[in-house]
T-cell receptor, first 110, second 116 residues
Framework: DAKTTQPNSMESNEEEPVHLPCNHS???????IHWYRQLPSQGPEYVIH???SNVNNRMASLAIAEDRKSSTLILHRATLRDAAVYYC???????????FGEGTQLTVNP | NAGVMQNPRHLVRRRGQEARLRCSPM?????VYWYRQLPEEGLKFMVY????????ESGMPKERFSAEFPKEGPSILRIQQVVRGDSAAYFC??????????????FGDGTRLSIL
């Protein structure tokens, strides 16, 4: 499975935008970029995914570099409920499993 | 529209007993995945099942662990003769279509297994 690299932790203030980076320099042409988050004592929650183009949904935006070797998850206005571990995962076109790394622990300050 | 339901949420067993963890996928989903999260570690894939078939069990320990997803009823993860090292959170996920990179998986809130 292709590997991703994320910072261990990040901090943000409430109501401000948050940019969570992810490096995936060994990504293959058919790997999808997925983001999940895990709040304390809960299961992972799907956030967003993309292949080549930037994506937006009600939760977040995903910006994908032109060479696809990195991506950024954007939370437009952080709330206290966004405090979680965020995982950037590459999933093969024909893959079934998700390979979770360490993720980024996001702290949101009031 | 109910999400993935796992029960029990908490399960306590003594060493040597059996543990049965249940997972009901989201309505319309026929693909189920099990993951394990050991204390202070990340989630690890265990097994992927479709109705009545095990598709990928490469993440399952070779002994004591088994999984099934019958035609009717929930998926079951069974751990026989539990040991202290089995203490973990076990998460189930489901998807409507399997083995596709563009398919998100939807997770339940897990079963926390504690072995005394």
């Amino acid at each position: 499975d292709a590997k991703t690299t994320q910072p261990n932790s990040m901090e943000s203030n409430e109501e401000e935008p948050v940019h969570l980076p992810c490096n995936h320099s060994t990504i293959s042409g058919t790997d999808y970029i997925h983001w999940y988050r895990q709040l304390p004592s809960q299961g992972p929650e799907y956030v967003i995914h993309g292949l080549t183009s930037n994506v937006n949904n009600r939760m977040a935006s995903l910006a994908i570099a032109e060479d696809r070797k990195s991506s950024t998850l954007i939370l437009h206005r952080a709330t206290l409920r966004d405090a979680a571990v965020y995982y950037c995962i590459l999933q093969e076109t024909s893959g079934s499993r998700l390979t979770f790394g360490e993720g980024t622990q996001l702290t949101v300050n009031p | 529209n109910a999400g993935v339901m796992q029960n029990p949420r908490h399960l306590v067993r003594r060493r040597g007993q059996e543990a049965r963890l249940r997972c009901s996928p989201m309505k319309g989903h026929s693909h189920v995945y099990w993951y394990r999260q050991l204390p202070e570690e990340g989630l690890k894939f265990m097994v992927y099942l479709q109705k009545e078939n095990i598709i990928d069990e490469s993440g399952m320990p070779k002994e004591r662990f088994s999984a099934e997803f019958p035609k009717e009823g929930p998926s079951i993860l069974r751990i026989q003769q539990v040991v202290r090292g089995d203490s973990a959170a076990y998460f189930c996920a489901s998807s409507p279509v399997g083995a596709r990179g563009d398919q998100p998986q939807h997770f339940g809130d897990g079963t926390r297994l504690s072995i005394l």
